[in-house]
C-alpha cells in the first residue's frame, strides 16, 4: 500500500471523496494561528496553477481561499466587496488597461 503525504489544507469534503474512492485519509484541524498560515499557503499554491494553467476553476479555488481568508479575519464577503467598491470608486478599477510608465516632477 502506498502512502503519499501532503500535510495541506484541503476542502472539506476531501477527505469523504477520498474515502469514497477506497483510501483513507489521515486528517486533523488546525488550530486558528495555523489555519492563517495555512490558506495563505493555499493561496500560492492556487494563484501558482492558475498563472500555469489559465483555468477558471483555479479562478474560483482563488476566491473560495479569499472567502476563507475574510472569515478569518471576521469579515463577510460582503464587507470585502463594501471595501473593493470604494476603492474602485476612489481609484478606479484595472478594465482600462492602463500601463503605468514613469512620473516626472
Known sequence: MAT?????????LI???ILRAGKYPETRVADD????????AKLQEEMQ???ASGSPEELADILEVLIALAESDGLSWAEIEA???QKREERGAFRDKIVLIRVED
Open 49 to 51: 496553477e492558475y498563472l
Open 4 to 12: 503519499v503525504s501532503h500535510n495541506k489544507l484541503v476542502r472539506d
Open 33 to 40: 494561528a495555523e489555519y492563517r498560515e495555512l490558506l495563505l
Open 83 to 85: 471595501l473593493a467598491d
Open 15 to 17: 477527505p469523504q471523496i
